[in-house]
């Protein structure tokens, strides 16, 4: 069984606020939604955070603004730096079954 996972920084409330907002331009709902991604990534998954920063940049030279890449790249930096300050351990990929999968549908 998985641990608890508790989010560092509350981007699930700031994607929530940011998405009721009717004059939020869709971009930057999607630079929070690939921020996340990168967060959950780096942390749940256990991806090195070398690999996740170079995709999501990647991504959000495609699907982004101008300004997006170099945006997530800063954010993504500080929680590096901040996950090594607390020295949050990383946990190592989970193996999961594929009969856990199925019931879990």
Known sequence: MRPAYKDPIPLG????ESTQRENEPASKILELCILHLAMSE???V???HQIVINEVVDLAKRF???AAPRIIN????TFIKGLI???SPVEPK???SVEAVKSLT
């Open 13 to 16: 409330y700031l994607i929530r």
């Open 42 to 44: 780096i942390t749940v």
């Open 46 to 48: 256990g991806t090195r």
């Open 64 to 66: 982004c603004d101008g």
């Open 74 to 77: 800063g954010c993504l930096n």
């Open 85 to 87: 300050e607390t020295k």
């Open 94 to 96: 989970q193996q999961v």
